[in-house]
T-cell receptor
């Protein structure tokens, strides 16, 4: 069945460091891919998405490119801030409006 | 516009007891989803309502779980009787009618269920 695998956390970085959180997926066809973020005490928020191969999703300085050939959707940010500390979830859906399939989440802690 | 709300935020019950979780979706959203995250693992899909009908309930773990969405508005998820492995965070999400072309799922803050 469909699945999503993320790098394990927690990830601890210093402010202004470069961030990469790896995400790979297994799915037939062309799923849509997402990154969700959960800040402490809050619900999940959509961070960015990509709906077809080679699309790049971007938001708040974060970017991820849909790579069909490597079945990956790695999250990157050039310079993290303390306020980026959160849990990040990679997810896919096979069709619009369908269920989301999530990875296990990666906790990011950014120190001043 | 109010977001997705869930009640309670935290529930602690003993094994064998019953708990009912409630979700109020964003007004006008036809689609309502329930998900669960157990012990820091991945968030897993439980079921999907379109209005008051169950579109997909393939993720419901067993018949101790009962979900309803009366009148196509709020939804409840009842666990009866609760077992230790039911502990986790239960998330609700909603999205608009698919015909609008907007499919983003908006999530609530979750209900943390602890079964002792």
């Amino acid at each position: 069945g469909d699945s999503v695998t993320q790098m394990e956390g927690p990830v601890t970085l210093s402010e202004e460091a470069f961030l990469t959180i790896n995400c790979t997926y297994t799915a037939t066809g062309y799923p849509s891919l997402f990154w969700y973020v959960q800040y402490p005490g809050e619900g999940l928020q959509l961070l960015l998405k990509a709906t077809k191969a080679d699309d790049k999703g971007s938001n708040k300085g974060f970017e991820a490119t849909y790579r069909k050939e490597t079945t990956s959707f790695h999250l990157e940010k050039g310079s993290v801030q303390v306020s980026d500390s959160a849990v990040y979830f990679c997810a896919l859906t096979r069709w619009q409006g369908g269920k989301l399939i999530f990875g296990q989440g990666t906790e990011l802690s950014v120190k001043p | 516009e109010a977001g997705v709300t869930q009640f309670p935020s935290h529930s602690v019950i003993e094994k064998g007891q019953t708990v009912t979780l409630r979700c109020d979706p964003i007004s006008g959203h036809d689609n309502l989803y329930w998900y669960r995250r157990v012990m820091g693992k991945e968030i897993k899909f439980l079921l999907h309502f379109v209005k008051e009908s169950k579109q997909d309930e393939s993720g419901m773990p067993n018949n101790r779980f009962l979900a309803e969405r009366t009148g196509g508005t709020y939804s409840t998820l009842k666990v009866q009787p609760a077992e230790l492995e039911d502990s986790g965070v239960y998330f609700c999400a909603s999205s608009q009618d698919l015909s609008t072309g907007v499919h983003e799922q908006y999530f609530g803050p979750g209900t943390r269920l602890t079964v002792t």
